[in-house]
C-alpha cells in the first residue's frame, strides 16, 4: 500500500503560476506511472500530465507548453509546474500512481485561477 498526498493549489490570477506536489508514503522500485488529473463538477476526471518511471513524458493538448511534470526520486515525490495558469485550469487536481498493477489517488487540491 502507498499514500499519495498533494499540495500546492490555490487561488492565483490569470497567467500566474503554481506548483503542485505529490509524495508517495514509501519508496517505489518497480515500473510505474505517475499523472495528474483534474475534475470540474459534472464533468468527467481527465487526464492532465503522465511521467513514467523512465522518465517520459505526456501531456494534454491544453496543457502543452504551459505545464511541466517532473519528478524527484530520492523524495518519492512528483510535481507539476503550472504556468501561464488560465480560468479554464480551475479543477481540483489530483495525483495518481499506477504501480503493482493497481492505481492509487491522493486526496485532490483546488487550483482556482480567478481574477
Known amino acids: 500500500q502507498v499514500q499519495l498526498a498533494e499540495s500546492g493549489g490555490g487561488l492565483v490570477q490569470p497567467g500566474g503560476s503554481l506548483r503542485l506536489s505529490c509524495a508517495a508514503s514509501r519508496s517505489i522500485f518497480v515500473i510505474y506511472t505517475m499523472g495528474w488529473y483534474r475534475q470540474v463538477p459534472g464533468k468527467q476526471r481527465e487526464v492532465v500530465a503522465a511521467i513514467t518511471s523512465g522518465g517520459t513524458t505526456n501531456y494534454a493538448d491544453s496543457v502543452k507548453g504551459r505545464f511541466t511534470i517532473s519528478r524527484d526520486s530520492a523524495k518519492n515525490t512528483a510535481y507539476l509546474q503550472m504556468n501561464t495558469l488560465k480560468p479554464e485550469d480551475t479543477a481540483v487536481y489530483y495525483c495518481?500512481?499506477?504501480?503493482?498493477?493497481?492505481?492509487?489517488w491522493g486526496q485532490g487540491t483546488q487550483v482556482t485561477v480567478s481574477s
Open positions: 495518481n500512481l499506477h504501480a503493482w498493477g493497481s492505481d492509487y
